[in-house]
């Protein structure tokens, strides 16, 4: 069973504030998949990465695949309120996907 | 273009009692997931669909849990005689394409079931 550890599991910060969040397993995934979860709603794809080492910036969120394809990295620059929410990890595995545990995010004003 | 719509929304159920969560996917999508949400965890596999077949099924807790996709379309997450621990929120998903790609799966908000 291929599992993925999220660190941190909470995190409190103020506005305007950086922040990474970590997603680690020993093993392989062929892609890595970030989500973000808000209250009452299901996961909403934000971003995937494929490659070792690749990187992708979606506004002032920078993600990465690690080298070895077995941890990635969200960074928030900049986070403000409405960064707030559940951010979640997860990898395809015989066609199902595999959550981490979540990071849980709130951005104070 | 409507997303993946569940219903109900939120469910109380007294110990015992059955419950059937309904899903209805993006029109078109072959392949359909359940997921199970625990309070403050990430969701984890339950099973899935490619059109009406059941592919994989390993994810269910126990025989109590039981999915149908009859006509390929809307699907039916049944618990019989549901317990407290059953308490989760429930996922359903659908993507475009077969499973075995990088096809992403659209997610509906969930049905929050509580059982007392």
């Known amino acids: 069973t291929q599992l993925l550890e999220q660190s941190p599991q909470f995190l409190s910060i103020q506005e305007g504030e950086n922040l990474t969040v970590y997603c680690n397993s020993s093993s392989v995934f062929s892609s890595l998949q970030w989500y973000r979860q808000e209250p009452g709603e299901g996961p909403v794809l934000l971003v995937t990465?494929?490659?070792?080492?690749e990187v992708k910036k979606l506004k002032r969120l920078t993600f990465q695949f690690g080298d070895a394809r077995k941890d990635s990295s969200l960074h928030i620059t900049a986070a403000q309120p409405g960064d707030t929410g559940l951010y979640l990890c997860a990898g395809p595995s015989l066609g199902m996907l595999t959550f981490g545990g979540g990071t849980r995010l709130m951005v104070k004003p | 273009g409507a997303g993946v719509s569940q219903s109900p929304r939120y469910k109380v159920a007294k110990r015992g009692q059955d419950v059937a969560l309904r899903c209805d996917p993006i029109?078109?999508?072959?392949?359909l997931f359940w997921y199970q949400q625990a309070l403050g965890q990430g969701p984890e596999f339950l099973t899935y669909f490619q059109n009406e077949a059941q592919l994989d099924k390993s994810g269910l807790p126990s025989d109590r849990f039981f999915a149908e996709r009859p006509e390929g379309s809307v699907s039916t997450l049944k618990i019989q005689r549901t317990q407290q621990e059953d308490s989760a929120v429930y996922l359903c998903a659908s993507s475009e394409a077969r499973v075995g790609g990088r096809e992403t799966q659209y997610f509906g908000p969930g049905t929050r079931l509580l059982v007392l």
């Open positions: 990465v494929v490659t070792g080492g």
């Open positions: 029109s078109g999508h072959v392949s």
